[in-house]
Each structure stands twice: as C-alpha cells, then as structure tokens.
C-alpha cells in the first residue's frame, strides 16, 4: 500500500502480510462495506474536496481521466495507492496520506477513506502484536476491533495535523497504545492466581472475622481478670463502632472517664 505503512521504513506494504492470519470480521465488513462506500457519490465529493485544496492530489486525481472527467473515486485511489510500486510512486502515495490527515476535517468521510489506506498497516501491526494473544481479548477478530478503534481514535485526534511522516506515525502511535494495553493485561495475568482446588487447599483458613475474633479476645480478658468497664468500652467502642462521645451520651458517664477507661483497656489489649 504506502510505503511505511507497514511499520517497516519506507517498504511497501501493498500486500497482505505473508503470515497467515485469523478470519477477521471486522476487516471482511470493512472490505464489502468499501465496495461501495468508495465509489458513493458523497465519498467521491470528500476526495474532490480534498484534492481542490492539494495540487499534487488533485493531479492524482485527475492524471488519467482528464480535467472534465469525474476523476478517480476514492476506491480507484486505494487500488493505485496498493498497487504502488517503487520509490516514486511509494512516496506519492505516502504523501496521499499526509494530505487526506491534514485536510480530513473538511468531511467526516475523509477519515474512512483513511482507515481503507492504513488497513494493510493495521493488519501488519495485529501480526507483529501476535494478534493479541496474550491480552485481554478472546480472540484475534476481538483484538482487531481494539485496533480498530483504537485507529479511529487516533485519526480523531490528529484531523487537521500535517505530519511529513503521516504513515509510519499513525501506524507507530497506534501500535505503541495497543502495546500497553497488552502489557497491563499480561502484568494484571501475572498477579492471579488462578481459583484451582489444589490453590484453594494451600489458602490459610480464616474462621473468624477481624471483630469476631477481638470480641472473642475481650472475653478471653474479661475471664482473666481485666475490668467489665474496660471491657464494655472496648467492645461498644471497636466492636460495635460506637464514637466516645455517643457513648457518654448514652450511658450518661463523663468522657474523660471514658477515656480512661478505654486507655487502660488497650494498654490491657496490646501487652
């Protein structure tokens, strides 16, 4: 397709990547959609706009049908841009992308006939992230959708930009995103542990709750000796989350009694 698109200096991407590849819906959906997207009068209407603001699209454009001729379609442009071959025609069609990423907000459009340009580049980019095995995605169509996406995002925020190197950045920036949204799903993978019998026998049982077992404490303390006040401070304060000063206002006591007495308790508690 357009030389850097595949993430490889300035080669060509035209083809497919040799590697086979899973069946992915999104990428059949794009292709049928495109057979008539491309040639639809409105997509026609947001490539002519473009080329009117570009004079070497505008010769693209026109360079074989003539200046009173309808010119290329948006499909014709993709099949010429695919089919470029070299250094020349690679770089004309580089520049194709530069110009439709600068001008993409003169029509919504305009950023679909980018996403059919960047399509070979996007698959490359899926087979070298291994079409996200590995990730949070259940298979290699899911992956793609990310990418996908992740694509239009990238488009959204660059309309408008004028990038010399419009290919391999766009292409770069959406692999670098997908990349980290890889890596944190196969860091999070490291951290579980998966809920097996043999994982569940070697978890230390817990047979009580943190309050149960410090009420269970308190009795122990209480039998040992330690004052019932101090006990029933502790409890009404720790166990049943009662504030000192609630507790003075129901059982009518001063608070620095309370205090006290719950000072002590602890000083009990923690010796």
Not at 16 to 21: F, Q, V
Not at 107 to 122: C, F, N
Not at 158 to 173: E, F, H, I, T
């Amino acid at each position: 397709m357009v030389g850097g698109i595949g993430g490889v200096g300035t080669a060509t991407v035209a083809a497919m990547p040799t590697s086979p590849r899973p069946r992915i819906a999104a990428i059949d959906q794009l292709t049928a959609e495109w057979r008539a997207l491309g040639r639809s009068p409105a997509a026609v209407r947001a490539l002519h706009l473009v080329a009117e603001r570009d004079p070497g699209l505008s010769r693209l454009v026109h360079a074989t049908t003539g200046a009173a001729s309808p010119g290329l379609t948006p499909c014709d442009l993709i099949d010429y841009m695919r089919h470029a071959a070299g250094r020349q025609r690679r770089e004309e069609a580089a520049a194709v992308v530069r110009v439709l990423l600068r001008e993409s907000p003169v029509d919504p459009l305009v950023s679909r006939i980018l996403v059919q340009a960047l399509l070979p580049g996007l698959v490359t980019v899926a087979g070298k992230l291994r079409w996200g095995q590995g990730g949070e995605w259940q298979d290699g169509s899911e992956f793609f959708g990310e990418l996908l996406s992740t694509a239009w995002l990238v488009l959204a925020e660059w309309s408008g930009q004028d990038r010399p190197y419009a290919v391999l950045d766009l292409l770069s920036a959406i692999r670098c995103r997908i990349r980290r949204q890889l890596f944190r799903a196969k860091d999070l993978r490291k951290l579980r542990s998966p809920l097996t019998e043999d994982a569940g026998a070697t978890l230390p049982a817990r047979p009580e709750t943190d309050l149960e077992e410090l009420s269970r404490i308190l009795i122990e303390l209480r039998r040992d000796g330690m004052r019932a006040e101090e006990v029933q401070v502790l409890y009404a304060h720790h166990v049943l989350g009662f504030s000192i000063a609630e507790l003075a206002a129901v059982t009518g006591r001063d608070r620095r009694a309370l205090y006290a007495r719950r000072d002590r308790g602890q000083r009990r508690l923690c010796a």
